[in-house]
């Protein structure tokens, strides 16, 4: 406990003076750099969760690369942010933790499931089903475990308690009408980028759980 208590004011104590730096600087390649940056250390930490899954790290790592990207990039465009350091990283920080979670849930439960299942999904492919199809159950109840968290959160907000983003601009001095519209911006963002993270991270898990030949890669599921 007193190590995670140290680690964690340390680790905050020199992110703050790295923020420090980039928020002085006009430059966007600074944005982008600890971008990602953050996009690795959450593929490595996702990767580590579903460490059965092969490749896990560079799976996890280009899921949430692609969904945490897509939505920053709507945001952008549609000019809900201005893209500077003071904004994109802090939003970009929030999207990429909700998508580590998430991914690396999604990936650990979909290998399980079909672990659990495997004479359902051999079954299936040999009636002829292709791998997707045999495993198409599984997949749904990957990202409904996964999600579920993010979606009940987004249900229950501000009936519990108050959301972090809420909370900080009323006790800067917002009203709590503008600080609710940014919230609702935040909440929407976090659900975009979570549910494009977990879809990919199905998608290229797909792959190493079956030989070219559509048959399972039993090594795959019994590695523990």
Do not use: C
């Not at 495997?118 to 990202?143: D, F, H, I, S, W």
């Not at 991270?201 to 019994?222: D, G, H, I, R």
């Amino acid at each position: 406990m007193a190590y995670s208590i140290f680690r964690a004011f340390l680790q905050l104590s020199i992110i703050g003076f790295v923020l420090q730096f980039i928020f002085n600087q006009d430059n966007a390649i600074w944005i982008v750099m600890a971008y990602l940056f953050m996009v690795s250390v959450a593929g490595y930490t996702a990767g580590q969760r579903a460490k059965h899954v092969p490749r896990g790290k560079y799976v996890a790592g280009v899921s949430i690369l692609a969904g945490t990207a897509f939505t920053m990039f709507v945001l952008v465009m549609l000019r809900v942010f201005p893209f500077t350091p003071r904004y994109i990283i802090p939003v970009a920080g929030m999207m990429v933790g909700n998508a580590m979670t998430v991914t690396g849930v999604t990936m650990k439960k979909l290998r399980d499931d079909i672990k659990i299942q495997l004479n359902l999904v051999e079954t299936a492919l040999a009636l002829g089903a292709t791998p997707r199809q045999a495993t198409l159950q599984q997949v749904k109840r990957a990202l409904v475990l996964a999600l579920s968290p993010v979606l009940d959160n987004a249900k229950t907000v501000g009936l519990i308690s108050l959301p972090g983003a809420m909370t900080g601009l009323i006790m800067g001095g917002a009203s709590p009408i503008e600080a609710i519209q940014l919230q609702i911006v935040v909440m929407n963002m976090l659900i975009g980028a979570s549910t494009v993270s977990s879809i990919v991270s199905t998608y290229l898990s797909w792959p190493s759980f079956f030989t070219k030949a559509y048959q399972l890669e039993t090594k795959v599921f019994f590695a523990d």
